[in-house]
């Protein structure tokens, strides 16, 4: 199952939204998908699963919607530390797979 | 606090045994599937395999089935990776994670904080 984001750089000003699009090649079983936020020289981190649940002590700010193959994750008040890579996941079927990455740059 | 620690940085020649480890501690070990997570320098994550650490079943991505064995060793909280053989394409930093709730498909609450793998010759 092949995950596709865009877009794949995304350069915002703080304050703004940005809105990240995952395109699933078939439908993602009973919404299975996560997002996942990656910072220079770190692990990943959860932000997202089940489309829409966040994570443990993820901010509202985040924020993931979507079912069957389109899904999105919305970051709201866009804030210095928020430029990252981020990743969506399906993890409903296997073998798991990860979309390519959208680097957000906060200028 | 819940923790995945990883052993550290390895330098191996192409064709060697390697063996890498992920433990975990501040909650209960058999109840939660570990993952290993691949990323190649520069490039994204890629799935590998998991394992049930309550009984030791395992499942693999083809892109890595026969070529890496996931076990665990219950005793000490501890999962590992290993190659028979490394290649030069092993070069990478490979991270354990934790799934959510215990459940087998589930998303990866809890991170390693990753070992870099080096194969040259």
């Known amino acids: 199952k092949v995950l596709t984001q865009s877009p794949g750089t995304l350069s915002l000003s703080p304050g703004e939204r940005a809105t990240l699009s995952c395109r699933a090649s078939q439908s993602v079983s009973s919404s299975n998908l996560a997002w996942y936020q990656q910072k220079p020289g770190q692990a990943p981190s959860l932000l997202i699963y089940a489309a829409s649940s966040r994570a443990t002590g993820i901010p509202d700010r985040f924020s993931g919607s979507g079912s069957g193959t389109d899904f999105t994750l919305t970051i709201s008040r866009l804030e210095p530390e928020d430029s990252a890579v981020y990743y969506c996941?399906?993890?409903?079927?296997?073998?798991?797979?990860f979309g390519q990455g959208t680097r957000l740059e906060i200028k | 606090e819940v923790q995945l620690v990883q052993s550290g940085a390895e330098v191996k020649k192409p064709g060697e045994f390697l063996r890498i480890s992920c433990k975990g501690s501040g909650y209960n070990f058999t109840s939660f599937w570990i993952t290993w997570v691949r990323q190649m320098p520069g490039k994204g994550l890629e799935w590998m395999g998991k394992?049930?650490?309550?009984?030791?079943?395992?499942n693999y991505s083809p892109s890595f089935h026969g070529h890496v064995t996931i076990s665990v060793d219950k005793s000490i909280t501890t999962v590992y990776l290993q190659w028979s053989s490394l290649k030069a394409s092993d070069t990478a930093i490979y991270y354990c994670a934790r799934l959510v709730g215990g459940y087998s498909r589930a998303a990866f609450d809890i991170w390693g904080q990753g070992t870099f793998i080096t194969a040259t010759s």
């Open positions: 996941q399906q993890y409903g079927s296997s073998p798991i797979t």
């Open positions: 394992i049930d650490p309550s009984d030791g079943y395992s």
